[in-house]
């Protein structure tokens, strides 16, 4: 498996991605898949909502290829396992609901502070609810879990909920990171990622 997708957060910030991917083993192709209307991402007129911005990243996805997933980028990484497990080859996700209920647990209102920051930002990211619990036991690709015990916005419990319902899971915790510690804690997160890739490389003999 030497095709890699990365799906930014909610902020939509491509470049997120730059120190993780300069760390990964050579050999890798990358991808990157920008949301229009986020970051510096033009318009598109196909994407109005939530549903059609789905339905965009997952058209996008046309290979064999491991999905490494940021926040909400990891609610598409989901829809991709189940909707294209052909393709989909296994899932590595940061701090990420996964589509799961949060309701229950204990987390920052990062929608407030969002919606302030990115004010020209469509409305409607913040307001989807879905919840895919019922369906992750069917995602059957190895699934990597990189938890920041410092997250207040997807807390280790979440990491942890996550784990116990897919089929095949590992947890991994980066110690001090928060939130965006995929970005900060770089060269952690890429050793975690590393070892992962290895057993697909192994796999692949």
């Not at 920008?34 to 994407?47: S, T």
């Not at 895919?132 to 190895?142: F, N, T, V």
């Not at 979440?158 to 089929?167: T, Y």
């Not at 990171?177 to 057993?199: T, V």
């Amino acid at each position: 498996m030497k095709h890699l997708i990365f799906l930014p957060g909610a902020s939509g910030n491509t470049a997120f991605w730059q120190p993780l991917m300069a760390l990964l083993p050579a050999g890798y192709s990358m991808q990157v898949i920008a949301y229009p209307e986020f970051g510096d991402a033009p318009a598109h007129p196909d994407v109005a909502d939530f549903a059609s911005l789905s339905r965009h990243v997952l058209g996008q996805i046309e290979q064999e290829s491991i999905i490494i997933a940021q926040s909400m980028g990891g609610i598409f990484a989901v829809q991709a396992a189940l909707q294209k497990p052909e393709l989909v080859k296994g899932l590595v996700l940061i701090a990420t609901s996964g589509g799961i209920d949060l309701s229950r647990f204990e987390i920052g209102d990062w929608r407030t502070a969002y919606k302030n920051q990115f004010l020209n930002y469509p409305d409607w990211f913040t307001a989807v609810q879905l919840d895919y619990s019922a369906q992750l036991p069917e995602i059957r690709q190895k699934v990597l879990l990189l938890w920041g015990d410092a997250d207040p916005v997807s807390p280790v419990a979440v990491g942890q909920q996550l784990n116990r319902q897919f089929a095949d899971s590992s947890l991994r915790i980066i110690q001090g990171g928060d939130h965006l510690f995929a970005e900060q804690h770089a060269p952690q997160a890429a050793a975690q990622i590393s070892e992962y890739l290895q057993h697909f490389a192994q796999r692949a003999h």
